[in-house]
């Protein structure tokens, strides 16, 4: 992991299209700006993990099977 420090209006450039900028810093609280093209998503890690979570709970087959039981259920 890389750790940078960064004063407030100070950025830090990922690759050649994404910028996160520090807007502010106030007690205890940073609020970061990003700039990327429209085509990367962004994502709190809380938001992520909660979508990953999700997703596994939609593999799950009303009957508690998995989804990849599902083509016992259909004949060949």
Same mark, same amino acid.
């Given at each position: 992991?890389?750790?940078? /420090? %960064? %004063?407030?209006?100070? /950025?830090?450039? &990922?690759?050649? *299209?994404?910028?996160?900028?520090? @807007? /502010?810093?106030? !007690?205890? #609280? @940073? !609020?970061?700006?990003?700039?990327?093209?429209? +085509?990367? @998503?962004?994502? %709190?890690?809380?938001?992520?993990?909660?979508? @990953? !979570? $999700?997703?596994? %709970?939609?593999? &799950?087959?009303?009957?508690?099977? $998995?989804?990849? *039981?599902?083509? !016992? +259920?259909?004949? #060949?």
């Amino acid at each position: 992991m890389l750790i940078l /420090s %960064r %004063r407030e209006e100070e /950025s830090v450039v &990922i690759g050649e *299209d994404i910028i996160i900028k520090v @807007v /502010s810093i106030d !007690k205890g #609280s @940073v !609020k970061l700006g990003f700039e990327a093209p429209p +085509h990367k @998503v962004i994502l %709190r890690s809380e938001l992520k993990e909660a979508i @990953v !979570k $999700q997703n596994q %709970r939609a593999l &799950i087959l009303p009957s508690g099977g $998995q989804l990849e *039981d599902l083509s !016992k +259920h259909f004949k #060949s």
